[in-house]
Structures are given as C-alpha cells and as structure tokens.
C-alpha cells in the first residue's frame, strides 16, 4: 500500500490532483444535473445552497492541495462535508431526489469525508 501522503496529498510539482480532490469533482459534477431537476421552489433555496456547499468544498480541498498549511483549509472541507451530508439528506426527505440518488450521493459523500479525515491526520503527523 502506497504511503498516505500519496494517496491524500498532491505533490507540489505534479499536476495530478489529490484523489479526493478528484473525488469531490466527481461528486458535484454528478450532483449538479440532479440540482437543475429540483422543482423551482426548491431550486434557487436547497438547491443553491447544496451547489454553493459542493463548490466550497471542492475549492477548500483544491486549496489544501497546494498550500503547505494544510490544516484550516481541511477542516473548512471537513466541515462543508458534513454541511452537504445534511443537505442531501433534507433533499431526500423533501423527495426531491430518489432514494437511489440519495444512497449514491451519500455513498460519495461519505468517501470524501472518510479521504479528508486521513488527510487531516497525515497532515498534523
């Protein structure tokens, strides 16, 4: 198995991205057709918020990438992970999303968060 700083953290000189910073691209590039199908009510409130959260999240990781004070920028990612846990769960009691789109964002989410915790603690190793 390949050191974590490998598999978290980019290194400078590369221009590959972090794997959870190409996991959280995933994620938004996913969720944002399933936002542009909420109904309008829901649309520019829940629907913005959760975009505006995926797109934090992804900058705070893209950040974390290439700055070497990694740590205030991982936990602004840890935190918008478990703001967007709880936006996509609201969307699904809403039923503004199937529960099989719910069960994959959810699925995605939580490898991201799972991806940022390891990051955090390489980082403060």
């Known amino acids: ?10 290194q400078h000189t590369s221009s590959e991205p972090a794997i959870v910073v190409q996991k959280a691209y995933d ?6 057709p399933k936002l542009e ?3 309008k ?12 959260t ?4 992804l900058s705070s990781l893209v950040e974390s990438a290439y700055t070497p004070e990694k740590g205030p920028m991982l936990r602004t990612a840890s935190r918008k992970t478990n703001v967007l846990r709880y936006l996509l769960r609201l969307a699904k009691d ?15 989410i939580d490898e991201v968060g799972r991806m940022v915790g390891g990051w ?5 190793a």
């Open 37 to 39: 199908k909420f109904p």
């Open 120 to 124: 955090q603690k390489a980082a403060r």
């Open 27 to 32: 994620l938004v590039l996913w969720l944002v």
């Open 54 to 57: 995926a797109l934090d999240l």
């Open 94 to 108: 809403l039923k503004l999303m199937t529960l099989d789109s719910y069960g994959h964002a959810s699925g995605r």
């Open 1 to 10: 198995m390949p050191p974590v700083e490998n598999i978290f953290m980019a």
């Open 41 to 52: 009510q829901h649309r520019f409130t829940l629907g913005q918020r959760m975009f505006d």
